[in-house]
């Protein structure tokens, strides 16, 4: 196989399709090749520039946000509403505690994405795929943007379409198999509750955004990131803004997870117990620009491997003949609408074709 961590310069014959390709057919993604023993990062990984990995910058803090008596204490909801709106108008990331998610169903969940990849190689091959029509409810397979984007993350990913027809367990990998499942309805439980409070930020209605079908659809993503012998050379995710309405993410002890917030990027180191939620991009185009779906890049480590779990609220893949625009009850004369309207299908296939190439998907939906 044709990988090995020569610099393309000292290379001019470098064939990167053909090196994809290489890599694609072992079907072991990027843990296959740490399996395997490489010292050096092959060139498909390397960024154009190195990562600085020992940024001097002061760290700022992300916004927390504790949901303790949302529901039986009006003042404190309203509270919580307004910590919602600053940090979606500012960050657009939170960290969320007393979120109703059970610990044990938190440590659960990162097990069973962990033992998910620590399976047998040939095991894990037969789910191995790049087929989103829907026959499969599980795909794995490492960089979905593989032949699009231009640096290849170091990262293994599983996406799995929870909501609206949830899989069968059959259908489901036997390590995470039940706790997918468990899991699933807890993030669908909390993503319906943050939707209110969103809505109530706008002001709106506190179902406005559940009736426009913000949490019709939801997509459990489990990414694996490998131990690096060279994460200055490479990326675990480029920075890149996602394709949902939220996310809500729940990360492993690991850390590496960074965002772009007043010019700089920011660590969001992991606290046991709580998750991040973010706006994504769909959020900022029905809110036309008003809450803002931020920039943000995971870090490869020598240490690991990290395990994250980042739920999206969408409906992806699915075709609906539902069109997005921005809410007309936040428009005037002074703020007219700044995107077209899109649906989420044809959003994803542009974001999915263009790959994370350090731009945002929504300048291509600008009126």
Known sequence: MALNGTSTSIQPDYDRKAELRAFEETKTGVKGLVDA??????????????ENLNSQQPELTLPTIDLQGIDNNLIRRKEVIEQVK???????????????????????????????????????????????????????????????????????????????????????????????????????????????????????????LLDMGCADGLAVLGHYYPTCPQPELTIGASNHTDNSFITILLQDHMGGLKVFYQNQWTHVPPIPGVVVVNAGDFLQLITNDKFVSSQHKVVANKVGPRVSIASFFTTGNIQTEKVYGPITELLSNDNPAKYRGTTLKEYVDYYNAKGLDNTSALLHFKI
């Not at 990984?45 to 190195?50: A, E, K, N, R």
């Not at 706790?179 to 319906?192: A, D, H, P, R």
């Open 86 to 208: 600053d940090a979606l108008e500012s960050w657009g990331f939170f960290q969320l505690v007393n979120h109703g998610i059970p610990n044990n169903i938190l440590e659960e969940m990162i097990k069973g994405v962990m033992d998910f990849y620590e399976q047998e190689s040939e095991v894990k091959k037969q789910w191995y795929t790049r087929d989103t029509s829907g026959k499969t409810r599980v795909i794995y397979n490492s960089n979905f943007d593989l032949y699009a984007a231009p640096v290849t993350n170091w990262r293994d990913t599983f996406y799995c379409t929870m909501a609206p027809n949830p899989p069968q367990p059959h259908e489901l990998s036997p390590p995470c198999r039940d706790i997918l499942l468990k899991y699933s309805e807890q993030v669908m439980k909390l993503g319906v509750s943050l939707l209110e409070l969103m809505a109530e930020a706008l002001g709106l209605n506190p179902n406005h």
């Open 37 to 50: 023993g490489i010292t050096e990062v092959p060139r498909i990984f390397h960024l154009p520039s190195p």
